[in-house]
C-alpha cells in the first residue's frame, strides 16, 4: 500500500460511516471517494488474494452465491460484493469495506459480481493477478441502456481482454458467451445441458439467430431456452464445445429445486439443486466448474448444492400469516419466461401479483414485455382467484395480461403495498409475487415492517 491508497482507503471508510450514521445507503459514494484519490485503489486492494468476476445478464448474483458456498466448504475466506452493487464505485466500496484501515483484506478470495458494461473498470487492475471469469449467458436486457447484445458482448470482451492470463468459464450452450473463448486466456472451460431439459420445445432464440461469425442462421441439435442450446453454424463451422460440466438428465423437478445427474470433468454425478427453475441449474452448473478449479472435493460440492438457498426475490418465500409469499425478480424476457415455466409447474389455484415500475433501474423501456409468454402462464392460471397489479405501470401490465387470455374479472389494482400485503394475508393462500427490480425493493421495505425478513443490506 502507498500512502495514497492508504489515505483513500481512510475516505473511504469514512464515507461509509458518515453515510451510516445518516441514515443512508453507502453502496456507491465510497467508491467514487475513494478512486478521486487513488485511480487504480482495487490493484493494492486485491493484494494476493484470488479473484473470481461474474458477469452476464441473468444469474449473476446466484452464481455468485453458490461459489461463495462453494469456497467456505472449502474452508477458505472469502468476500463478495453482494448488495448488488456491481457497478465500479459499487465494487471499490465493498473493497474497502472488507479492508481493514491498513489497507489489507485478510481473505483468500474475493467473487465479484461484474455489470456487464462496467466489467472493463473492474477487472483493468487485475491484470496480473489470479483471475478467474465466470460469464453466465448473454440476452435482451434493458435495451435502452445497452443497447444491442452484440454491444454487451464486446464490452465483456473489452474487460477479458484486460486479463492475457484468467481463466474462462463460459457458457457453451449461449453462441454469444462461447465466442468469447478466443480472447486470450490461460485456461478454458465449458458448463452447459448436454441435453434438452423441457419436454416442450417452445424456445426464442431471437437474441442471437445468427451465426457471431458469419451471419448463417443457426442449426440446433436441442434447445434449452431462449437462443441457448446445442447450436452450429452449418456454414463455418462454429459450434456449441462439450462442456466439461454438462447437465446429462433431469431426474425429478420439484418446486424448489431439482434431482439432476451430470457429467463433471468426466465423472458422472446425482445431485439434489436446492434452487428452483431451470434457469438456477446453469447458475449451479457454472458453480460447479469453479468448484472444480478450486479443488473442492466432488462429496462437498454436492453438499452445497443441496443446501443454498435463494435469496432477494430469486424465488424467496415469505410466510405472512397463513399466506405463503413467493417472489420472483424479473429483468427481462427471458427471465420472466423462466419464471413462468416455474410457475406452470406450481398448483396456481392462489393469488399472482404483478408488480412492474418503468425506473431506470428497471429499464425505463417496457416494451419488452410484449416478448413475454403471459399466453402460456394464461393456460395454467384458470383457477387462480385473484390477479393483482402494483407498482407504476399497472396500466400497461393489465392491458398485456388481458391480451394474453387472463380473465378481467379476476384484476384487481392496488398500488398500496401495506393493503396489498393485508389482502394477500387475509387471504390465506399461496401468492406469487412477479416483481420488477425497483418494485421488489419497495415491497420489500413495506413487507419487512410486518414480518421478520432478511435485510437486503445496501
Ligand atoms: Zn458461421
Known sequence: MSIRSTIAVWAGKLTTKILKLAGKGATALPGKVVRNICPDILKYLAGDMKIICVTGTNGKTTTCHVIR??????GNTVFCNDAGANL??????AFVNAASWGGKINRDYAVVECDEAALKSIVQHFGD??????????????LDR?????????????GLEQLPNVKLVLNADCSLTSSLSDVPHSELYYFGMNTPIYDDTTFNVEDAPNCIHCEEEYQYDYHTFGHLGGFYCGKCGYKRQPANVGLTKVIEWKSASSVVEMDVFGDTIE????????YNLYNALAAITVAKLIDLPMEEIVSVLGKVTTHFGRMEQVQLGDANLTFALVKNPTGYNEVIRYLIRQNLDGNLVFGMNDNYADGTDLSWISDVEFERLAEYAKDVKNCYFTGKCVDDMQQRLESAGFDKEKFSVEKDYKTLFTK???SGQQSYLILSYTCMLEMRDKLAELVPLKKYES
Do not use: H, W
Not at 69 to 74: L, S, T, V, W, Y
Not at 146 to 158: C, E, F, H, P, Q
Open 69 to 74: 458456498d462453494m469456497i467456505e466448504a472449502k
Open 88 to 93: 465500479l464505485n459499487g465494487v471499490v466500496s
Open 129 to 142: 493477478k489470479d483471475v478467474t471469469a465466470v460469464v453466465t449467458n448473454l440476452f435482451r436486457d434493458q
Open 146 to 158: 445497452y443497447g444491442d447484445v452484440r454491444n454487451t458482448l464486446s464490452k465483456i470482451r473489452a
Open 271 to 278: 445431485a439434489e439443486i436446492c434452487l428452483p427453475g431451470a
Open 424 to 426: 394477500l394475508q387475509q
